[in-house]
Nanobody, 120 residues
Framework: EVQLQASGGGLVQAGGSLRLSCVTS????????IAWFRQAPGKEREEVSC????????NYADSVKGRFVISSDNAKKMVSLQMNSLKPEDTAVYYC?????????????WGQGTQVTVSS
């Protein structure tokens, strides 16, 4: 059974930090890129960041560049998203996903979301 278990969301004031974690199982971690998406009410779903451990490929949405840092631990099959200098517009449900081989923007697997709320 494929699982992507996200955690670490919460309520934080603007300017604060949160660290999201995604623990995976049930699929070959080395063959997938792991991406974080977010969905805010009334807004389009957005891919925030993606990492492919096999060649250290990383990308970020322009909206989070310089503030968010994605990292991967192959041994633990886990990906983390360090979110700094949070803004109210970062408020959303964040989803951990797996994309086969490449950061394609089209996930093959989705985990449950974790709510991030940034107060002004």
């Amino acid at each position: 059974e494929v699982q992507l278990q996200a955690s670490g969301g919460g309520l934080v004031q603007a300017g604060g930090s949160l660290r999201l974690s995604c623990v995976t199982s049930g699929f070959p971690f080395d063959d997938y890129a792991i991406a974080w998406f977010r969905q805010a009410p009334g807004k389009e779903r957005e891919e925030v960041s993606c990492i492919r451990e096999s060649d250290d490929y990383i990308n970020y949405a322009d909206s989070v560049k310089g503030r968010f840092v994605i990292s991967s631990d192959n041994a633990k099959k886990m990906v983390s998203l360090q979110m700094n200098s949070l803004k109210p517009e970062d408020t959303a449900v964040y989803y951990c996903t797996a994309e086969h081989y490449y950061c394609s923007g089209v996930p093959n697997y989705w985990g449950q979301g974790t709510q991030v709320t940034v107060s002004s």
